[in-house]
């Protein structure tokens, strides 16, 4: 997996995290993740017959994504000889859940294992957040072990990066949402939280989570591909969210190759706040931004970019500063989310008086813009928006077996 070389010019004071570790495939790999190529040429490697791949990579595509099947003996529909086979050379992996938070507003917060057979290399982890409603829900899902970037008011931020996820390990998380709310072909949902009416407990994802998408794009984009595949899992692009902080050069490419809806984590109108609160903007600054949303493939009335904007006080919240958004996203099919801000430890930022939220909001939508406030969800669990940090990786040891074996009960049941 490799990340393009960005090149622009860069203010002083901009840092930029470099991976610690890179991924090192296991000898026995998943299949979860794989494309259709990726897959036929995992069968060439057995000796599955070219003739044939095209068959057998639809045969467990259906079992993988249709009806989320974790082990190879349940693929009634391939011959019991290629299952032999494929057991010996591959697995059916996913992320192990360690930890499962459930909010008092049903929200939930999974910490998940990455599977790894590698002797000596260090399991790693990352958070996962389902947020339901009452006729949809939305998974966030992480991109990265920690984060390339350093955004001020963002938890995720002060963590190291790690290293990227594989589009398996992107995958692999809504695979794991979907086992635990019972979302796949008779399966039983959860009687504990909240879980939407309807044929489906998982109805949106948005690449929100740990990590920026724009630094990984190749495994994302892979990712995403084939959660909206409708011969799988088929949740629409549409549906589909992927948040940047604002890597200009992969906002194109991104549009052209993946086509699901943008989002921009903006927070500020002026470079010199910006480059506070998101110091990648000391690279790509607003203008070079939004210049990059005007051309991003697919962008109409119908397809509007979102910005997100959270609400700090005194900081980055006066009526002026509501006009000069206005201003900047002339021309822009858009709409903005004002998003409260999340405390967590060690901050120094505060959320906006809620007065404040209301006044700065009317004046975006009397300009003619949608300008919902985004309520807070899983606050009590640090899994709102900006909050994800593996806070339970300062879990004690005998907190997370006990965790685990409560998680453990939740399946036996």
């Known amino acids: 997996m490799t990340v393009e070389l960005l090149t622009a010019d860069v203010q002083p004071g901009f840092v930029e995290k470099t991976p610690l570790e890179l991924y090192v495939a296991p000898a026995k790999p998943s299949l979860v993740g794989m494309t259709r190529a990726e897959l036929a040429d995992a069968l060439g490697t057995i000796g599955v ?11 467990l595509w259906h079992w993988l994504y249709v009806r989320g099947t974790q082990n190879f003996d349940d693929m009634t529909s391939v011959s019991k000889e290629l299952r032999v086979v494929l057991e010996q050379s591959f697995t059916l992996a996913r992320p192990e859940v360690v930890a499962e938070q459930v909010s008092a507003d049903g929200t939930r917060k999974w910490l998940l294992r990455l599977p790894s057979e590698n002797p000596g290399e260090r399991p790693h982890e990352v958070e996962c957040v389902y947020i339901p409603d009452t006729s949809r829900a939305t998974l966030c899902v992480s991109s990265q072990v920690g984060c390339t970037l350093t955004c001020s008011f963002c938890h995720t931020g002060t963590q190291r ?3 990227n996820l594989t589009a398996g390990e992107i995958v692999g998380q809504v695979m794991v949402a979907r086992d635990r709310l019972g979302d796949w072909p008779g399966g039983v949902k959860p009687t504990d939280g909240v879980v939407p009416d309807g044929d489906r407990a998982v109805t949106n994802i948005v690449m929100m989570g740990m990590g920026e998408p724009l630094y990984n794009l190749d495994a994302v984009r892979d990712a995403l591909l084939i959660v909206q595949d409708g011969d799988g899992i088929g949740i629409s692009r549409r549906r589909i969210t992927l948040s940047t902080s604002g890597v200009v050069p992969m906002i194109e490419r991104a549009g052209a190759e993946i086509g699901v809806m943008l989002a921009i984590s903006l927070h500020a109108v002026r470079d010199e706040l910006r480059n506070e609160l998101v110091p990648l903007n000391r690279k790509y600054p607003i203008a070079q931004l939004l210049e990059a949303c005007r051309n991003y493939p697919g962008a109409s009335n119908a397809r509007r970019i979102t910005f997100e904007y959270v609400m700090l006080k005194g900081v980055n919240d006066s009526i002026a500063d509501a006009k000069a958004l206005v201003r900047l996203l002339k021309g822009i099919p858009a709409k903005i989310n004002l998003i409260p801000f999340n405390p967590w430890p060690g901050t120094k930022y505060e959320c906006s008086d809620w007065d404040q939220i209301e006044k700065f909001s009317e004046v975006v939508f009397n300009a003619g813009y949608a300008s919902p406030v ?6 009590d669990i640090l899994a709102a928006c900006g909050q994800l ?10 907190e997370r077996i006990a965790l685990r074996a409560m998680a453990m009960t939740d399946d036996d049941e």
Do not use: D, F, I, Y
């Not at 985004?374 to 606050?379: D, F, M």
């Open 389 to 398: 940090k593996s806070a339970t990786e300062k879990l004690s040891a005998r």
């Open 161 to 163: 990066l790690v290293r």
């Open 374 to 379: 985004r309520t807070p969800r899983g606050r």
């Open 49 to 59: 017959p070219e003739k044939q791949r095209r068959m057998r990579v639809q045969q």
